[in-house]
């Protein structure tokens, strides 16, 4: 089988994977074709004058990544730093260009294949995030998953424009 029909095989199959992974003991997941890598917790510096949800800033490899609070950002209550703490690297497209943001999350847990039959619309109450922030709701052994939609989570215009007082940033 020649290569590029190998990997738009592979793209096919890609594109029904999430990643599911813990926020205040709530699992959520996103496409495994926007995440980019997985780091452990590291320093972050802080970036005066942004939302409480921005962390601020990490290098990764000499690339300057900005950080976003996940839990912060859901409205679920700032996070702590756990023992199995971690960054998700997602890229996300706007405008025609490519951004790099890091996600703090309480830890991951595995992939899941998530076909458009076992999906089902996010529901209008029982959620404590936002709705537009929900994709959808996949079934996943017998129970649902929120995947998030980073097109509305991590809206960059969004995020530049809603600034406020910084935060004091709790770890265990």
Same mark, same amino acid.
């Given at each position: ?6 990997? #738009? ?11 599911? &992974?813990? @926020?205040?003991?709530?699992? &959520?997941?996103?496409? *495994? ?7 452990? &917790? #590291? ?19 000499? +690339? ?6 996940? +839990? ?16 998700? *690297? ?31 619309? #996010? ?21 649902? @998953? #929120? ?7 991590? +809206? ?17």
């Amino acid at each position: 089988m020649s290569d590029k029909v190998m990997n #738009a095989s592979n793209q096919q199959t890609d594109e029904y994977q999430y990643l599911t &992974f813990y @926020v205040q003991d709530e699992q &959520f997941g996103v496409g *495994i074709l926007v995440i980019k890598e997985i780091i452990e &917790f #590291a320093i972050i510096t802080k970036v005066p004058q942004m939302n409480r949800y921005m962390l601020g800033i990490t290098n990764v490899r000499g +690339s300057i990544i900005p950080v976003i609070d996940l +839990s912060d950002r859901l409205g679920l209550g700032q996070s702590d730093v756990i023992r199995r703490t971690c960054v998700v *690297i997602v890229e996300i497209v706007e405008e025609g260009e490519i951004f790099e943001i890091g996600l703090l999350i309480d830890g991951v847990n595995q992939v899941y294949d998530i076909y458009p039959s076992d999906t089902e619309d #996010a529901p209008n109450f029982g959620s404590r995030i936002r709705k537009d922030f929900i994709k959808f709701m996949g079934k996943v052994e017998n129970r649902f @998953v #929120a995947i998030l939609s980073l097109d509305r989570l991590l +809206s960059i215009q969004e995020l530049s424009r809603s600034t406020n007082n910084t935060n004091e940033y709790r770890g265990r």
